[in-house]
Structures are given as structure tokens and as C-alpha cells.
């Protein structure tokens, strides 16, 4: 909560919290992050506050998420070393790195997850 508070401006005060889900690693800072799952009970007003942590703020419906065709394995090289993982692309706005991974730790958790072809790569900057 204390990282949405800090990057969106989220009023922590809004959000009921549901489930924590198990820790995910953070490769870029080597820490393990525990991801919160809340509804938001009292939207306020969110946007990106910190640009080097937080591009863009926006809904997009689960549905639209789950959907096998928003679904790809996103590729990144950095110092020799190539990264895949899970992204969607959202209407043209690609949802990537450790956004992605929390999303698919939950839709996999939650038993939501509807088969989607892995080996469609597609590289991310």
C-alpha cells in the first residue's frame, strides 16, 4: 500500500485489503516484493507521481486482461543477459515487467488463468 500511496497517490484510506499473494522477486533490486490484493472501496484521484517507477495509471476490466489475445511472453536483453516473462498488450499500451508478473501470479492463484500461447515473444524496451 505504502508504494501505490507513493507512486499513484492512492488514498490507502479507499482500500479495503483482500489477500496478500506470496512473495514475487525484483530482479532490477535483487529484493522480494509481497504483492496486496485490495478492492477499491473509495477510488481518489491516481496518476503516475513517480515516472521512474510509474509510467501511466489506468483501468483496464479483468476480462479484457484474461483474454488469451492480449497475451504474450515479453523479451528483454540487458548486459548480455535475456529476460522473459508475462505481458499483455492492452489495447497498444504493453503492460510488462513486474506489473505483468503480479498480474499473472494472481490470475494463476485465483484459478483464472485461460490458456494463452507462450511461445508468442515479442521484445520490450
Avoid: Y
Amino acid at each position: 500500500m505504502r508504494e501505490a500511496e507513493e507512486e499513484t497517490g492512492l488514498d490507502p484510506a479507499g482500500v479495503e485489503i483482500l489477500a496478500t499473494l506470496p512473495e514475487i522477486p525484483l530482479a532490477v533490486s535483487n529484493h522480494q516484493v509481497t504483492p496486496v490484493l485490495g478492492w477499491w472501496t473509495r477510488p481518489s484521484k491516481v496518476a503516475a507521481v513517480d515516472h521512474a517507477e510509474t509510467v501511466e495509471v489506468f483501468r483496464v476490466p479483468v476480462a479484457q486482461l484474461l483474454d488469451p489475445a492480449t497475451r504474450f511472453t515479453s523479451v528483454t536483453r540487458r548486459g548480455g543477459t535475456t529476460f522473459t516473462a508475462p505481458a499483455f498488450d492492452v489495447d497498444g499500451t504493453i503492460v510488462w515487467g513486474f506489473t505483468a508478473m503480479v498480474l499473472d501470479r494472481l490470475f494463476d492463484t485465483c484459478g483464472w488463468t485461460v490458456p494463452w500461447d507462450e511461445t508468442v515473444q515479442r521484445d520490450v524496451v
